[in-house]
């Protein structure tokens, strides 16, 4: 597999270095420290071409694929300035849109989004599920042509600032299903409409993105909010859940790199006994390992992504890639964290700051635990044990 990066890839790379000039890091983290969504920031990378990079051009997009959507977020991390909300938005919401909506949804929804005058949240995590979506208990109950959808949701990202959520729910429920993963429906719904509701989770992370309980009180839906086909979502979140593993990793990758190479530079300059610290092996191996495991993630996670553009099977790829460049970032902030001493505790450092983040990967969207199971059962060919 060829990993050169044409122009107008290594363009979209850049870009987050670019980004950087306008919104560094000190400004990401500012706004990540007050939980505020950084807007000025996303409407400067929209209106730069950067929210609809995977939608159709016909819809206002700019119809590349999931490694340019990679390579954009892992290029704004390496920068410091990391969005959880190109995970959630414009991959696995308008990315499904994209993929499975009808000729109206698609120019209904998808060009002010590319635009960046919309946002899509994507909400699939429940309270009482948790890991196991099969056990989602939001139901949406057919009735004649329309849904009454009820349920709530939790951890869902960005809420606040979004008009739309891309929602999954039973509209069958799970007790009335031959197979487990039969009854899902995927709907569009507007967060202005009768009978949403949600609140902040009160969390202890630095980010700029919050996180919402959302509640569905009898919300009406039609057949034109339905994304894909009712009763077989499952088919089609399933072509969303390889994106979703690789631009995590990328965002990972970029993580681990930003904290390595402060933290060579830090280490470089830092003079406590005779010369600089960096000069100290149990200063700088540590961070030499640490860079050697982000760069192994980062070509996993960009065969995933070829993998995927070319319509091959991506999932063995795209897990690992998640896993190892979790792990990778982890292990990258916590060197880095050592090697600032003291000031990496500091605000004006703010390594400590990048950790949440970083860790949050080991846990969402899919743990750790449940990425190795697919690696064991699914890669390694072993029996389950759940
Ligand atoms: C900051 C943040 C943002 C998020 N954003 C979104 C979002 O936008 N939309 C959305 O839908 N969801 C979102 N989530 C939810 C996230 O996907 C879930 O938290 C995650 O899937 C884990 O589910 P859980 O928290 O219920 O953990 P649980 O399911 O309770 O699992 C707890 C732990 O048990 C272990 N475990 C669970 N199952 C297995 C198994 N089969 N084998 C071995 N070990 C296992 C794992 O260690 C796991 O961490 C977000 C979460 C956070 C924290």
Redesign the pocket.
Known sequence: MDFTLNTEQQLIYDYGGKLAQSFDHKYWLEKARKNEFPEDMWRQAADDGFAGLMVDEAYGGAGLGLLEMALLIEGLSNAGIPL?MY??GPT?SMGHINLHGTEEQKSRYLPDAAAGKTLF???????N?????MRIQSVAKPVGERFKLNGS??????VDVCDYAVV?ARTTPFDQVKSKTDGFTVFIVDLKAKGVDFHPIE?N?I?P?R?FTMFFDDVDLGPEDVLGEVGKGFATLFDLLNPERVTVAALSCGIGRFAIEKAAAYASERVVFDGPIGAYQGVQHPLAVAKTQVEMSSLIMRQAACQYDQGEEAGAASNMAKYAAAEASIMAVEAALQAHGGNGFTNEYGIYDLYSLAR?M?????????I??YIGERVLGMPR??
Not at 129 to 133: K, V
Not at 153 to 158: D, S, Y
Not at 362 to 370: F, G, I, S, V
């Open positions: 959880l995970v959630v696995m949240c994507f909400a699939i995590t429940e309270p599920a948790g890991s196991n979506s949701k939790v951890f869902i990202t960005g999954v969390m992370m980010l993105e996180q949050l080991r846990t969402a969207p899919l743990n750790r635990e449940q190795l199971n044990s759940y």
